[in-house]
């Protein structure tokens, strides 16, 4: 199994990769500078190839970026769309600097205008930075559903795809928070779910799975990360999906090696569980 967390690039990525060992992680997941602005440091100052070092050593590796939350392909701003596009041609170099294989990125949100403009101009923009010879892939996430996020149903996601001339390029990053709060029932069918999302996008476009619980109810479209199989009695509250629907998830054909990313909660500024929620998951208890 290939499990990690996000974890921090403040110490370039030998502090990252150095992060995700202490948690007993054998992958990770960062954002290449703030995930909410494009302040980025210089590629040369990451420790690149220490990190690659250390991760040898330590059977760490098919790490993610994650894509900041301010690229909208899906704005009719042009202004917005252009910062989008230009910004995710600028991380698909950071991408491949770090040696990743997979951006995670957020499909976008229409905001006044309409879910099939939205649709539209995501696969505008991802045309205008897709190249054929593109060496990794951009994993559209699946989305909550709040506001008016484009990417809550498979067949949103499917449509995106459909668009985009180098579509070979596209992958899906499946969150269980999110799959859970756009109504899809991973708690009580995952294999439904599943088979539902072959149909639609084809299990082959799977790469990345983001391992979280939800704070909400099946269908409450929040998008608000638990702690896995968290009681009430966790500060932060109680877990919708729970412990045995995401080891089912872990666990599941369809993950095998695929690299699966924690983004629970720290209960506090100092205090993260993801040690122990690796082991859980790991473990299968
Ligand atoms: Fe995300
Ligand atoms: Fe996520
Ligand atoms: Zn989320």
Known sequence: MRIGSHVSMSGG????AEEAY???ANTFMIYTGAPQNTIRKPIESLKISEAYMFMKEHDISDIVVHAPYI???ASFKPTTFNLATTFLAKEIERTKAVGSNYLVLHP?????????YGIARIAEGLNEV???DLELFICLETMAGKGSEVGKTFEELASIIEKVKYNEKIGICFDTCHTHDAGYDIANDLDGVINNFDKIVGVNKLKVFHLN???????????RH??????????KGKDYLGKDALLRVAHHSIVGEKPLILETPWLDATTNLYKQEMEMIRNGI
């Not at 990525?13 to 990252?16: D, E, H, K, S």
């Open 13 to 16: 990525l030998l502090g990252a």
């Open 22 to 24: 202490s948690y007993g």
């Open 71 to 73: 690229i909208n392909l």
């Open 108 to 116: 976008g949100s229409y905001t006044e205008k309409n879910l099939d």
């Open 130 to 132: 897709l190249t054929s």
């Open 213 to 223: 619980g939800s704070l909400n109810p099946n269908g409450a479209r929040k998008d």
């Open 226 to 235: 638990a702690n896995i199989g968290a009681d009430q009695n966790n500060p």
